[in-house]
């Protein structure tokens, strides 16, 4: 038999060997249902992946909220699983359904339709309606750089598949066109699509971020997803699943019950769509995974430990906290620089990993725990520092663009600075109508009551003016006062470049003694248990480099 070498491999397959891992197998075979405890903190992610490595269908994972989802779902990715989260269905400040959060769904959605897909869901979103999975594959075009292509049919197809025309995208389910340039946001993309044309052809395709709306990737061809019509969300969630060999799990289920309680408070209706949920899984294989013990099957995992110690200024002292005097340990880093600093710092405590049977992953657990059976245990390089656990908090997805919206907020009479023509005052926003297309602009007055109208395609040349409004004096549309400003800062600026090239020369000649390597340093350094950043990281073998030079530091 080969030797396993990769940690992962041998964890699962040692796991696979335990008697009541081989039970819940032979549940899954026989599409039973079964309940299994004892299923500390990460634990459950890892008989989760286990058994998917044998399940050859789809698998519906239901959690009590967003929040278990996401922590399900990166569990899952360190042991190599890939999954979708099912968010729940929200609605942003004008009563609308949120366009970030049905995209993810559109996304999440198009994904359980393939072979093999791991859907996570919490039961909020498991019961809301979705787009049938007909509407969602509709609309389906490929496009290929240099292919012959019109403008307008491709934006009229995209209209027709209810992508709101705006000026300028933002968010998903938006397009709009200016000139020669398309940009695409279908709901359920991985990212917006900027399609450059010159005449009938297609020049360039590439991928932005809206936030900033810079190019992301250049690409030779993409397909885009548009969807049909309106995609009403006339369907049910469990329509995209296969459910003859769909396989149910249910992480927490007392979380779970203690949600449903209180939805249940709230909407009278809540009980009746729970009941329909029951009776259409009832046929399908089942497990309730739970970190509390069962009476039907136990895996008896334990917790890695408390936060009690330093794995960082004690790696040995911590080994033997979480894991006795003997037994293998597996520290998942959630980064390459992560994993490199605790190398580091494993090197200069002289431990020595192989001796000690520690093993350095990256990936994001939630929280370690140890088998006893197999002297193993699961430990994210956090909890080995010795940080405590912080509350699970769910992230709101990030709407782009913050800067550009708050542009499009502005007040009639606020003032204004035209990147050209200077100061002017914000008197509000106005549709202009050119042939058959029209666009919103932004009418600004200048000095003498003179108007210029700004389209919302050029809003880059628009800023908010944001210094002291006292003897504030509007520019002269063509004049000259605003460029001689310019002209003005600009000549300062090289005055003081010029100056602080000057002092940096001066400094180039001063010599001091280099500042030896202080092993303390390296020892306060290695027992701070903080977060550490890129910056973190790397700023002080460069604070070393600087102090051991023979010239005045600059870092600072």
Not at 54 to 67: F, P, Q
Request: charged share 25%.
């Amino acid at each position: 038999m080969p030797q396993i070498v990769d940690p992962l491999d041998r964890l699962f397959a040692e796991f696979a060997s335990l008697p009541t891992v081989r039970r819940v197998y032979e549940a899954v075979e026989l599409r039973s249902q079964r309940k299994v405890g004892g299923l500390w903190g990460g634990s459950a992610a890892l008989l989760l992946a286990s058994v998917l490595r044998r399940h050859d269908g789809k698998t519906l994972v239901i959690t009590a909220d967003d929040v278990d989802s996401l922590q399900l779902q990166s569990d899952l990715a360190c042991f190599s699983v890939a999954s979708f989260v099912l968010p729940k269905q929200e609605l942003d400040d004008n009563q609308q359904p949120d366009p970030q959060l049905r995209s993810e769904r559109h996304k999440a959605l198009s994904a359980a339709g393939k072979q093999g897909a791991v859907t996570v869901a919490c039961i909020e979103a498991l019961l809301q309606k979705a787009p049938s999975r007909k509407a969602l594959g509709k609309g389906r075009l490929a496009l290929l750089r240099g292919q012959q292509l019109s403008r307008d049919p491709l934006i009229a197809q995209c209209a027709a598949a209810s992508l709101r025309v705006v000026p300028l995208v933002l968010a998903p389910g938006e397009v709009s066109a200016r000139g020669d340039v398309v940009d695409v946001f279908p709901l359920g993309a991985d990212a917006a699509v900027r399609l450059e044309f010159l005449d009938q052809t297609l020049e360039s395709i590439r991928t932005f971020d809206p936030a900033s709306q810079r190019t992301v990737e250049v690409k030779e061809r993409v397909e885009l997803m548009l969807g049909g019509g309106a995609l009403e969300d006339d369907a049910t969630v469990l329509s995209h699943l296969d459910l003859p060999r769909l396989l149910v799990v249910y992480y927490e289920p007392l979380r779970i019950e203690q949600r449903t309680s209180l939805l249940a408070s709230f909407d009278s209706g809540f009980p009746r769509g729970l009941m329909a949920l029951d009776e259409t899984l009832q046929t399908c294989a089942q497990l309730s995974l739970s970190s509390l013990p069962s009476h039907d099957l136990d895996l008896k995992i334990l917790s890695a430990g408390n936060a009690v110690g330093s794995g960082e200024a004690d790696p040995i002292g911590r080994l033997r906290s979480v894991r006795g005097m003997q037994g293998r340990v597996l520290l998942v880093c959630r980064s390459e620089t992560e994993r490199q600093r605790l190398l580091e710092i494993f090197a200069h405590k002289g431990l020595d990993l192989d001796a000690e049977q520690v093993s350095l992953r990256i990936g994001a657990i939630s929280r370690g725990f140890r088998i006893p059976d197999l002297a193993c245990t699961v430990l994210s390089n956090v909890e080995f520092a010795g940080v405590p656990q912080q509350a699970r908090v769910k992230e709101r997805i990030a709407v782009p663009s913050r800067a550009i919206q708050s542009f499009f907020e502005l007040g009639p009479g606020d003032y204004v600075v035209h990147a050209v023509h200077g100061i002017a005052r914000f008197l509000g926003m106005e549709l202009v109508e050119r042939g058959e297309s029209a666009e919103d602009h932004l009418r600004l007055s200048f000095a003498d009551e003179v108007t210029l109208l700004v389209p919302a395609s050029k809003i880059h040349l628009v800023q908010k003016y944001v210094g002291s409004k006292a003897g504030i004096h509007l520019d002269k549309l063509g004049g000259k006062g605003f460029q001689r400003r310019k002209e003005q800062v600009q000549e300062a600026l090289f005055d003081m470049a010029a100056d602080l090239l000057e002092v940096q020369a001066a400094r180039s000649k001063v010599l001091r003694p280099a500042h030896a390597a202080d092993p303390v340093e390296r020892d306060f350094l290695d027992a701070f248990p903080f977060r550490d950043t890129e910056d973190q990281v790397s700023a002080w073998s460069d604070i070393q480099k600087d102090l051991e030079k023979p010239s005045p530091m600059d870092r600072l």
